[in-house]
């Protein structure tokens, strides 16, 4: 079975996703949050997942950031739709950093780099890898 995590932003959720064999994360998409529960419903009717990772935002002194408030209203419309799916949050700090780095490194052009879908989404990526590598721990 799959997990997906989600990079949540209040214009923009990068998506990742495991392969069945939770081996690789690869991204998904970026969904509108308006559209988020009509995608995981579709995304859901044709693949098995076991659990959603949702990046918890916080300040570098551990402390919830400012969009700490969206993020818990994000994860309360996945409980109240998605019921069987537990819900893990797991510390999102540098991935977007990251993902803009990963994005720098790979030789893309200055307008794929600014591409803020494609940021979100390797944002997700990263933090479903950095899942994957607790459980190995």
Known sequence: MRIIAFDYGTKRIGI????????????????????????????????????????????MDNTPSQSAIHVKGFVNLLKKNFPGIPIEMLDERFTSKMASAAIAQSGMNKKARQNKDLVDTISAVILLQSWLESLNR
């Open 16 to 59: 990742a996703v495991t392969d069945p064999m939770r081996i690789i994360a690869t991204g998904l998409d970026t969904v509108h949050p308006k559209d988020i529960v009509e995608y995981l419903k579709k995304y859901l009717s044709t693949e098995q997942v076991e659990r959603f990772v949702v990046g918890e935002p916080k300040q």
